[in-house]
């Protein structure tokens, strides 16, 4: 039983509790003892097997060096709210004179390409299109890596803030060499010395202080430099980062962005790593698979095959991808299909574990009873700001000692929505609606993800419950 288990991993020298969750080496641990060989497989171990049993391979190169063909940069543009990543990605889209002369507005996909001149070279660079590090990381958190340069923008007039920082040292552990875009050098209060003097204490040294990383400062605003900060990208490509891929074999990479479209279904954007990827082609991504039926540009123009660091949106899934997920060429729809099919019921599968393993409060109430959790994660919605207010102020006046606690981590007006339960799956939430109701796809996210959404119309009847519940478990006192 339990005890038992917990007794020997205390002999094993390793202190845990019953409702602990342990990690996977204390697993194998546990298993050696019992004369069991214990293999924690990772979701990512679990879809190469799927792959290597159709004698796919997901990530590697095929063929010989010959065959390798120089790739444009994939960047994304990270750096704190409000210094102007849009509008830099915006301008750099917009500023692009060969797209111009295509004639085409260029469209959000997800991910663009423009051209830059270097050395009296045309250089192609990738850009995606979604600012921030929140991509970034969900792509990492993947497994998958599509950046390889990462421009770090940093307002002149406000300097280095604190998701600067975190971008930085995002870019820093994923190994991603870094540019330093100085933006908004158009307002008369911009310190651009500043903020090469801020950056260096974080071991980002200017090229003209004989470090190694490129500033270039810029306006987003006033489309300045953007010709020399593309440069910029490309040199430092050029100096630390061997970009190549093999052309001349079946396509991999990544979805970018996917959404389902109403008149033409599932369409993906995607990022071809390797390969080149052509209409007509049987491609499974994520748990959606199909025929490329059609390819369209950044300007919205029909391709029909997409080469290496390429986005290219794609028509003709059978379902919407994740964003991070990969995709990857394969010999016919059949194969196609089988494995889609498996991956959607591992899919389903993992959710339904997922969900056994989420909290509601009874669950809560039984850990703490076990002694497990100190913390109860709330998110609050209300028809009025007055209503969320005031059940907030209540739940506050709840005493219940030093032991537990309530955590309100997001609060606000309106329906609950998915935003609302993705936030409270990621954080082990619990979601109060107070006069109000679940909209759009809410309900069934909170019932796939296993997260509880608890009604009241009555403020008390809330507390009381919530009260109840924290009390009930409060741990004996000796
Ligand atoms: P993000 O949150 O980093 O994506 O920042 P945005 O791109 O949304 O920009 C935030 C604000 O700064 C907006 O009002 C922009 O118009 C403004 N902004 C961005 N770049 C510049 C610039 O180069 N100069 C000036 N003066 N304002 C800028």
Redesign the pocket.
């Known amino acids: 039983d339990v005890s038992s288990l917990v007794q020997m991993l205390f002999s094993l020298g390793e202190m845990v509790t019953a409702t602990e969750s342990v990690n996977d080496e204390t697993f194998e641990l546990l298993g050696e003892e019992l004369n069991y060989v214990v293999q924690v497989v990772s979701p990512e171990d679990e879809d190469r097997e799927l792959l290597e049993s159709f004698d796919l391979e997901f990530g590697e190169d095929e063929g010989d060096e010959g065959d390798l063909a120089i790739r444009p940069p994939v960047v994304t543009v990270m750096?704190?709210?409000?210094?102007?990543?849009?509008?830099?990605l915006d301008a750099l889209r917009n500023a692009n004179v060969v797209d111009k002369e295509a004639g085409g507005i260029t469209q959000h996909i997800g991910a663009y390409q423009v051209t830059a001149e270097v050395d009296g070279d045309e250089r192609r660079i990738t850009f995606i299109d979604t600012?921030g590090h929140e991509a970034f990381t969900a792509m990492r958190a993947r497994g998958a890596q599509a950046t390889d340069i990462a421009i770090l923008?940093v307002a002149a007039d406000d300097g280095v803030m604190p998701q600067t920082v975190e971008a930085l040292n995002h870019a820093k552990a994923a190994g991603v060499p870094i540019v330093v875009a100085v933006?908004?050098?158009?307002?008369p209060e911009a310190d651009p010395t500043k903020v090469r003097g801020q950056l260096t204490e974080y071991g980002l040294v200017p090229e003209e202080y004989g470090g190694d990383s490129m500033f270039v400062d810029?306006?987003?605003?006033?489309e300045l430099n953007l010709d020399k900060l593309l440069e910029a990208v490309i040199l430092t490509a050029d100096a630390s980062l061997d970009l190549r891929a093999n052309p001349h074999q079946d396509a991999q990479g990544l979805v970018v962005e996917a959404h389902l479209d109403r008149g033409r279904g599932p369409v993906a954007t995607v990022l071809v790593q390797r390969g080149t990827l052509r209409v007509g082609d049987s491609i499974v991504a994520g748990a959606g698979y199909g025929r490329v039926r059609a390819m369209l540009d950044e300007h919205g123009d029909n391709i029909t095959e997409a080469d290496p660091s390429r986005p290219a949106m794609v028509l003709g899934l059978t379902a919407v991808p994740g964003a991070g997920q990969t995709f990857i060429v394969v010999e016919d729809d059949r194969m196609a299909r089988q494995i889609a099919e498996k991956r959607e019921s591992r899919e389903r599968a993992a959710m339904q574990a997922k969900r056994r393993v989420r909290r509601t409060l009874e669950d809560f109430m039984a850990s703490m009873e076990k002694g497990a959790s100190q913390e109860l994660n709330l998110i609050l919605k209300g028809d009025v700001s007055g209503s969320v207010e005031a059940l907030e102020d209540a739940l506050s006046q709840i005493d219940v000692g030093d032991e537990v606690s309530i955590r309100v981590i997001d609060r606000g007006v309106g329906a609950i929505t998915e935003t609302n339960v993705d936030l409270a799956a990621a954080s082990d939430a619990i979601i109060i609606g107070f006069n109000v109701r679940p909209q759009g796809k809410a309900t069934e996210m909170a019932e796939k993800e296993g997260v509880e959404i608890r009604y009241y119309s009555v403020i008390y009847q809330a507390i009381e419950e919530i009260e109840a519940a924290l009390k009930g478990m409060l741990k004996p006192e000796f």
């Open positions: 750096g704190h709210v409000d210094h102007g990543k849009t509008k830099l600012p923008v933006n908004k050098i158009d307002k810029v306006s987003a605003k006033s």
